[in-house]
């Protein structure tokens, strides 16, 4: 059964970078496609970017363009969200979810089958 497990949240000061990281056991990365998505408390869950298994990349977030990117190693079944000029309002919880068969991406989130368990980001002034 297929797992994703999120690491690398943590506390940074706005202006700064963190690196998120999603490892998927129990199933092969290639066919996945990997969705990054957030939720700040008492706020509604949104969608930032995605990779699909052909490592086309689609932003869906307008607070994702120009400051997050994201990239995958299949070797290390691990997809990466790296998140740079981080501000007071990017705090919130990260979720990896992934899509199998992953040619396409997808925007929403009941089209994604597996769920990491989520990593606090915190972003201070």
């Known amino acids: 059964q297929a797992q994703l497990v999120e690491s690398g949240g943590g506390s940074a000061q706005a202006g700064g970078s963190l690196r998120l990281s999603c490892t998927l056991s129990?199933?092969?990365?290639?066919?996945?496609?990997i969705g990054w998505f957030r939720q700040a408390p008492g706020k509604e869950r949104e969608v930032a970017l995605c990779?699909?298994?052909?490592?086309?990349?689609?932003y869906y977030g307008v607070f994702a363009e120009g400051r997050f990117t994201i990239s995958r190693d299949n070797a290390e079944n691990t997809v990466y969200l790296q998140m740079s000029s981080l501000k007071p309002e990017d705090t919130a919880t990260y979720y990896c979810?992934?899509?199998?068969?992953?040619?396409?991406?997808?925007?929403?989130?009941?089209?994604?089958?597996?769920w990491g368990q989520g990593t606090q980001v915190t972003v201070s002034s």
């Open positions: 990779i699909s298994s052909q490592g086309k990349i689609t």
């Open positions: 979810a992934g899509k199998s068969p992953g040619y396409y991406c997808s925007a929403y989130d009941y089209n994604y089958d597996d």
């Open positions: 129990g199933e092969t990365l290639d066919d996945y496609a």
